[in-house]
């Protein structure tokens, strides 16, 4: 099988109440989407990622009438982000349904939900009358696809349509918050940034960092993210005159370096504009990736809005290459 890639919402839609995969575009990244009620169609996302059991899927869907009926309760706090922020990049954790498959949520009471931003995938959820769970559409543990070429690339084998929706507008993962009681609490670092929500519902809560907590979310897992060539954060310039390397690729924010050491640069903002940043990062990191370089060298961004989140995703880019057993 090789994938088609197209534009056909009807198509799309008639496949996943078919319990067929395919990938959709949205304003994040493009997710690996399945019908969450069909047991096969959940059990073939986790396959088609190779992404084991234990890490729950979030669930799409167009209409905050729609959420309602796969959460058991909406907190004050949830209900004023899920009206302000939806559509958005905004996945909230709520107390599940039990009309939510156990499969979806790995065991879990809480079912992470959103509302994605992107004209295509909001007719395609809108035409289906069932929860769509929609994992990044890479295998587990590698960069997440932010154009449908990303898409083909990796899962062009494994299913039937890829829903073509341009590259995605804000290029990192939804940002996730859970609640404890009405109390919002951070479980990953995404593209809404933390002001944006501290402005609407108070203070956000830290991550758990308990043990038995982390790997419920891979997006937490230090690894994650992780691009096969070694990446080296730190100044760049320093990095560049000290290395041996003469293939060296270089992920600079807003300025070029020069050196004969580098073999391939990508500046994500020559602007200097954080959120333009975020959209180039992951195709940035594929594009360094797949010239086999010796070694990447990224500098962090500025530490505010978006730019936290773009450090979290570089940070652990970083981690693998530093101890492949994390
Ligand atoms: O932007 C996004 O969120 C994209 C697009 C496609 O919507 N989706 C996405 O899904 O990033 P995924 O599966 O790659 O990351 C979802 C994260 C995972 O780390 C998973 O462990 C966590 O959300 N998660 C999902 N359901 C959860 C639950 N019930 N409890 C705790 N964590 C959950
Ligand atoms: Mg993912």
């Known amino acids: 099988m090789e994938a088609i890639t197209g534009t056909d919402v009807s198509f799309a839609s008639s496949l996943l109440s078919e319990g067929k995969l395919v990938a959709i575009p949205t304003e994040t990244v493009y997710g690996l989407a399945g019908n969450a009620f069909n047991k096969d169609a959940v059990v073939a996302i986790f396959e088609a990622k190779n992404r084991p059991r234990f890490n729950p899927l979030i669930i799409h869907t167009h209409s905050l009438e729609k959420v309602k009926q796969y959460v058991k309760e909406l907190p004050d706090a949830a209900l004023k982000l899920a009206e302000k922020h939806?559509?958005?990049?905004?996945?909230?954790?709520?107390?599940?349904?039990?009309?939510?498959?156990?499969?979806?949520?790995?065991?879990?009471?809480?079912?992470?939900?959103?509302?994605?931003?992107?004209?295509?995938?909001?007719?395609?959820?809108?035409?289906?009358?069932?929860?769509?769970?929609a994992p990044s559409a890479n295998p587990f543990g590698y960069i997440s696809p932010t154009t449908s070429e990303h898409v083909f690339q990796q899962l062009g084998t494994k299913i039937p349509y890829i829903l073509n929706g341009g590259p995605c507008q804000v290029g990192i993962e939804s940002t996730i918050i859970g609640f404890d009681e009405d109390r919002p609490r951070i479980y990953r670092l995404g593209g809404m940034a933390l002001s944006e929500i501290e402005d609407l519902v108070g203070t956000v809560l830290p991550p758990i960092t308990s043990k038995e907590d982390l790997p419920q979310t891979s997006g937490r897992l230090k690894s994650h993210y992780a691009p096969g060539t070694p990446l080296v954060l730190g100044n760049i310039e320093q990095l560049l005159e000290e290395t041996n390397s003469k293939q060296v690729g270089v992920l600079a924010f807003q300025h070029a370096y020069s050196s004969d050491k580098i073999a391939k640069q990508i500046v994500l903002s020559p602007n200097g504009k954080i959120s333009e940043a975020a959209k180039n990062l992951f195709a940035g990191m594929r594009k360094l990736d797949e010239m086999r370089l010796e070694i990447i060298f990224a500098e962090l961004l500025p530490e505010s809005g978006l730019g936290i989140a773009i450090n979290d995703r570089l940070l652990r880019a970083q981690a693998l290459n530093k101890d492949p057993n994390q």
């Open 86 to 133: 939806w559509p958005g990049p905004l996945t909230l954790l709520l107390p599940k349904h039990d009309r939510i498959p156990d499969l979806v949520t790995a065991g879990s009471p809480r079912v992470a939900i959103r509302i994605p931003n992107h004209p295509l995938s909001l007719a395609v959820l809108e035409k289906c009358d069932f929860p769509v769970a």
